[in-house]
């Protein structure tokens, strides 16, 4: 099988099945996807075919990509995703955004409530290396991942801490507390979908706005003065997380929208 005939294997020419063979090309071959339609006559060893035949196996079964290849893009970091965390997906890099967008202090203290690779913490820590950033998640085999990113990409100023949301940290103050939580429901049609990824880091009791009302609720006793909450939720949950910020006392409470138009980032500011 050459480089042509692999690419064909699965997809339209236009398509992102298609892309994803690129891209799955790339990591078992080690040629950079896009020069591979320039040596698309080149035969796979046998131990390359086969790598690709089961990957792409896996990938028909429902698996993330990320998890065959054990890494993932966001912001300007390659991450290393295994099945103890979620994927990061391009959406999360508009909580980024938004962050950095904020009027902050030169040295703000920021927390990232429930981390997983790391993504929101390391991306914020690589932009502003004066913030002193930390992270958490309640799992060890999942903080593990977040540390070992934070190494590959020398960024070892952000500290990481074991435990649930608060409770993994010491008595300390916050100018901005971020997360990008659980917030679907149990009975969403999309969780078939997700079936590869973790549940705990996906799903959350009253229709998925459980884990986002503790955290602006509890969050508001460790923010400093003009402190933020910024969090990631579903498509539709912004007025009901917009509420919840309102019913907590926060104010100039708003909501951002994801790459494809989405309601995706609400945040708001407690003014005390």
Do not use: C
Not at 98 to 123: E, F, K, M, Q, W
Request: charged fraction near 25%; proline fraction near 4%; charge should be negative.
């Amino acid at each position: 099988m050459n480089i042509a005939q692999a690419l064909a294997l699965r997809g339209e020419p236009e398509s992102y099945e298609h892309q994803e063979n690129a891209w799955l090309l790339e990591h078992i071959t080690k040629i950079d996807s896009f020069d591979l339609v320039m040596k698309k006559t080149q035969e796979l060893t046998p131990e390359q075919e086969q790598a690709y035949v089961d990957a792409l196996a896996r990938i028909e079964a429902g698996e993330p990509l990320a998890y065959v290849t054990g890494s993932q893009p966001f912001w300007t970091l390659d991450l290393k995703v295994t099945q103890d965390t979620l994927v990061p997906r391009p959406d999360t890099e508009v909580l980024v955004e938004t962050v950095l967008h904020l009027d902050l202090p030169d040295d703000a203290r920021i927390v990232d409530l429930g981390t997983g690779t790391g993504a929101i913490a390391l991306s914020l820590a690589s932009e502003r290396s004066n913030w002193a950033v930390t992270a958490t998640d309640i799992y060890e085999p999942t903080l593990e991942v977040a540390v070992f990113n934070a190494e590959k990409h020398d960024l070892e100023q952000v500290k990481f801490f074991l435990g649930s949301w608060f409770k993994a940290l010491d008595r300390q103050y916050f100018d901005v507390i971020v997360s990008n939580p659980p917030y679907i429901d149990a009975d969403d049609s999309h969780m078939p979908k997700l079936a590869s990824e973790p549940e705990r880091a996906l799903v959350a009791d009253k229709h998925g706005l459980a884990d986002i009302e503790h955290i602006v609720q509890q969050g508001k006793k460790w923010l400093a003065a003009n402190g933020w909450i910024v969090l990631e939720h579903g498509y539709d949950q912004a007025n009901a997380v917009q509420k919840i910020f309102r019913d907590a006392g926060f104010k100039k409470v708003r909501t951002e929208k994801d790459y494809g138009g989405n309601d995706r980032v609400t945040l708001g500011q407690w003014v005390n």
